[in-house]
């Protein structure tokens, strides 16, 4: 009688969550998933096309083309924005003069709209005035000034620098507060014991920061495959599709051709990667836990 | 009916998270209410109106729409937004039955969404306006027209034409501006110095740039092509007249080297931005670069040269810029709705509006064209256009598969293909350009 009567509370007080989480995300995700097997445009009824829409999409060069690039985006600004993550971590873990201005000056980047940071962004690749190119030409690197994001391999370059830019004060922070609870006195034993400045990273820092790094380089990996804002603003996927990554197709496709279904279809087929990626967080981080 | 309801509640909910989730630039303070007064049971008309570069212009706009509210016992919610916001919110309100009372319409977007269904029919309107304020000028009621009918009322035009710096073609021992492409070519090679840093065709090709998009068809019309119908249906984009237009921009980029180095990356401003700057000397541009040296660079104002688009072996072609207000279908207060318009296009307040916004924002009316500000020396060139509109679907009539043509931005990526890969020819993109535009027109 007593556990039904618990029961009933615990149902009672879950169910506003349940009735948010239906509202907010079961019923708009199924209602999602549905229009992904439509012939659904703005302003037209949806017919019901079964798996054509997919099909499509798998049949499309574009579309594989922009999965490639999204997997290359993503890999190649995760690794540099965890090395980089990693390093400025070591760095300001170190008892150096004026560390906090450091640790400042460092999360910078993370705290500023990224509209501000694209806008500046654009103006350190132009071309014109633009100080990448300014000091390239004053230390004889280039003889003429570099169009950054006028073709498809510089343009992908200077995304993933941005993005990466955007991104390392994250990894820094995750990584420097698991360094700031390993204890000292274990370096110290160490370093009695002889263990160089590279030992003491392989085999104890390392170790020691595993399971956070991971975790952080999990979640930037999630944040990196589906930024849109930074590709969109610097160069809306171009040149020659050469920055099209899988959320900027969908925009293109589902605001600005209309094609709602199709648009959907696409974000649909990115789900079983995010999915994985999101359980693997919730598992490491809620095992502990448990 | 419930089932209704809740369908495009959650399509409402899904192209606001989708927007959300993809939120841009132009959402960051961009997109600015204008004035939501009163309450009570008066009847409340939204209007969303595209935001321009002048502010003077804005307020105007407002103010205007406070007195339609006043002088009609209404509540007037205007909403001043940024072009690019545009699409997500017409998507979402048009899913969710929540579409403004008055909205602007690029005359690309009228297309789009006349072959929707979704547009009110305003011919009546268009025939009052007309009345009561003299002719509106063929070329842009043309541009809003189906089966004879229109769904948009005109609201003001831009031109685009050729921006040259007077000093710099002197000193190249030009005395005129170029009046053909073979002349603009011969030109741009010439003032070319990469040296100084200055380039002669400021012309650019980056993805979603709207300018090259224009221009690009301006000068394949020049040369007889087409990148779309003579019937509505057959694509002849595929024809030798349209590889030698698409010839003849490589030329200039690959053999002359005549652009700037960041130019395939341009969006629609990187043109603007060269031409400030002194690293283009030609450009092709609506009038927001001649208001915006007018006011901040009087010395670049007085070195700049304006001019028609020079001519092709057709002729000379100018990619029309039509700019609307029109009425959803679904619209609450059509009848407000059409008053409203009228009240914006009377002649009197309209002529203050339009011109404070010159050379930017052309007029509607054929007899303010000749109001003494369209003759000033580097006006001229502007309101003259505007006679010789050709629209998206030309040699055909406009319809909304050119729309999506222009929308998709086909003519851009494959020039932007041709410019950046030596091997591939003009011939192969022009091939794979007409297969393109065939896969929209046979859908």
Redesign the interface.
Known sequence: MKTNMNNRLAYGLMSPMLIYLIAIMVLPFGWAVYLSFTNKVVGAPAVFTGLNNYIDLLQDSLFWKTVWNTLLFTAVAVIFKTVFGMVMALVLNENIVFRNVFRVLLFLPWTIPTIVSVFTWQWIYSDVGGVLNFLLLKAHLISEPVGWLATPALAMFSVILVNVWRGIPFMGIAILAGLQTLPKEMYEAAMLDGAGAVKRFIYMTLPSVKEVTVLAAVMTTIWTLNDFEIIWLLTRGGPSNGTQVVSTLSYTIGFLNLSLGKAIAIAVLTMPPLIMLINFVTKRSLSSND | MMNKWI?RS??A???A???A?????AN?GIGEAGSASGSGSKPTLTVWMKKQLFEEQNSLITERAKQFGTDNDVNVNIEVIAYEDF??K??AA??SNTVPDVSFFGYQEVG??YG???LEDVSDLVAKVESANGDIQPSLKKAVTFQDKQYAVPFWTESQVLYYRKDLLQNAGFTEPPKTWDEFREMAKKLTD?GK?VYGAGIG????NSDAEFLTRGIIWSFGGSVDTQDGTTVIANSPETVAAAKYIRDIFLTDKST??????W?DSGNN??YL?G?AAMIFNAGSVLATIKKDNPDLYEKTGIAPFPAGPKGTFIPGISNNLGIFKDAKNKELAKKFIEYMVAADWYKTWIETGAPLTGPIYGKLASEPVWQEEKNKAFAESVKGFYFLGYPGEYNTKAG?VY??RIVN?TF??LL??PNYTPESAVKDLSAKIEEVYNK
């Open positions: 369908s959650v399509s909910a899904l192209l998270a989708l927007a989730g993809c939120s841009n630039a960051n699409y997500p017409w998507s048009i899913e789009q969404f929707k269904n979704v990469p840093g090709y980056g993805r979603g700037p180095p960041s130019a395939l990356g969006d931005k060269a700057s690293q999506e929308n998709l990526d932007q293909k950046l890969e």
